[in-house]
């Protein structure tokens, strides 16, 4: 079957009030959308891993040659909309079920317990396939 990726980031959905700015009862509420939702998955068969993650300025980039020290910095500095803020792997049975999944992400409560529609990224996982199709194998 078919893994994809679903992701969120930054990008406010109807709402764009910072999260650190919401009530706690309102981050509660927000977060066990993602318990509930997550557990159905899991329950279903559907839900292979996800994370939340920390906030974009704990993030660090690190290059490297593979022989010297790796340089590590600070980072990425793209715009905070486009830094990854969590992610869903699921495996299902076609990308209409992947983008339903999606839907109900979007529906994450925000302020207000209202729904945010934010964004998500649905993106297939790269499998066997797509690496014969790429090598002619």
């Given at each position: 079957?078919?893994?994809?990726?679903?992701?969120?980031?930054?990008?406010?959905?109807?709402?764009?009030?910072?999260?650190?700015q919401?009530?706690?009862?309102?981050?509660?509420?927000?977060?066990?959308?993602?318990?509930?939702?997550?557990?159905?998955?899991?329950?279903?068969?559907?839900?292979?891993?996800?994370?939340?993650?920390?906030?974009?300025?704990?993030?660090?980039?690190?290059?490297?040659?593979?022989?010297?020290?790796?340089?590590?910095?600070?980072?990425?500095?793209?715009?905070?909309?486009?830094?990854?803020?969590?992610?869903?792997?699921?495996?299902?049975?076609?990308?209409?079920?992947?983008?339903?999944?999606a839907?109900?992400?979007?529906?994450?409560?925000?302020?207000g317990?209202?729904?945010?529609?934010?964004?998500?990224?649905?993106?297939r996982?790269?499998?066997?396939?797509?690496?014969?199709?790429?090598?002619?194998?």
């Amino acid at each position: 079957m078919p893994r994809y990726l679903l992701i969120v980031d930054y990008r406010p959905g109807d709402d764009d009030t910072p999260m650190d700015q919401w009530r706690p009862e309102e981050i509660k509420a927000h977060m066990n959308y993602y318990d509930v939702l997550n557990a159905a998955l899991r329950d279903s068969g559907e839900l292979v891993g996800g994370e939340a993650l920390t906030e974009p300025r704990s993030a660090r980039e690190v290059i490297s040659d593979g022989t010297s020290a790796p340089v590590v910095t600070d980072g990425p500095f793209a715009e905070s909309k486009e830094i990854l803020a969590g992610y869903q792997i699921v495996e299902v049975e076609s990308e209409a079920r992947a983008i339903e999944i999606a839907a109900l992400v979007s529906a994450v409560p925000g302020p207000g317990g209202v729904p945010l529609r934010q964004p998500v990224t649905v993106r297939r996982v790269m499998d066997g396939t797509d690496f014969e199709a790429m090598t002619g194998r």
